[in-house]
């Protein structure tokens, strides 16, 4: 079955420090990967997301994630982080139809909250 | 920008009884998705519908859970007969298509309570 773990909890940084979520999951196929954010009191949102080609994925706010297909991998990362980045950060898989996986519902990690001291 | 909304934002709720969580998805939207989140656990799928029908379900979607589009706006999540263990946060999703590279666009959230 497919599942997907994110390593870290709770993550506290002071701004301007590099930020690195950890995400991996486990299915044998072909893999379509997201990562989502939740602001506190608001929507969970979009950040960036893996189909095929360039591994290194550009988001939006300044996030990229890279996803690395032999360690089953797809970790977030951002140089510097800004107080306004403190959020919940999920990372979330779906497999693809062609090995089995399912027809869109997004497999979710626990998440990582992020606290960004100013 | 559309967004995806949802009522009410709270329920409490007694066991054993019914509750229906609403959902406004993103208009030109044909597929529909109902995910929970109990606290302190992952975000779970529940179930995907299109086309007045469901698509996909998962083990937690039993004879207690129901979805519903029942005009041109709303889809609906009934529980049944809730149990404390229903007591989650709820949420809807929209997306344009069933293709893969179509982002999933969530609502707020219904914070179900069940005493």
């Known amino acids: 079955a497919q599942s997907v773990s994110q390593h870290n909890h709770h993550v506290i940084l002071s701004e301007a420090a590099s930020l690195e979520l950890g995400c991996n999951y486990s299915?044998?196929?072909?893999?379509?990967l997201f990562w989502y954010v939740q602001y506190p009191g608001q929507h969970l949102q979009l950040l960036l997301k893996?189909?095929?080609?360039?591994?290194l994925v550009k988001g939006i706010k300044g996030f990229e994630a890279e996803f690395i297909k032999s360690k089953f991998s797809f970790n977030l990362r951002k140089p510097s982080v800004q107080w306004s980045d403190t959020a919940e950060y999920f990372c979330?898989?779906?497999?693809?139809?062609?090995?089995?996986?399912?027809?869109?519902?997004?497999?979710f990690g626990k998440g990582t909250k992020l606290s960004v001291k100013p | 920008e559309p967004e995806v909304t949802q009522t009410p934002s709270h329920q409490v709720t007694q066991m054993g009884q019914e509750v229906i969580l609403r959902c406004v998805p993103i208009?030109?939207?044909?597929?529909f998705y109902w995910y929970r989140q109990i606290l302190g656990q992952k975000v779970e799928f529940l179930v995907s519908?299109?086309?007045?029908?469901?698509?996909?379900k998962s083990e937690i979607f039993d004879d207690q859970f129901s979805v519903e589009r029942p005009d041109g706006s709303n889809f609906t999540l009934k529980i049944r007969s809730t149990k404390l263990e229903d007591s989650a946060m709820y949420f809807c999703?929209?997306?344009?298509?069933?293709?893969?590279?179509?982002?999933?666009?969530f609502g707020p959230g219904t914070r179900l309570l069940v005493l």
């Open positions: 979330a898989v779906i497999g693809a139809p062609d090995y089995g996986g399912s027809q869109g519902n997004l497999i």
């Open positions: 299915y044998g196929g072909t893999v379509n």
């Open positions: 893996y189909f095929s080609g360039d591994p």
């Open positions: 208009s030109n939207h044909l597929y």
């Open positions: 519908f299109y086309n007045n029908e469901i698509s996909e």
């Open positions: 999703a929209s997306q344009t298509s069933g293709v893969l590279q179509e982002t999933q666009y």
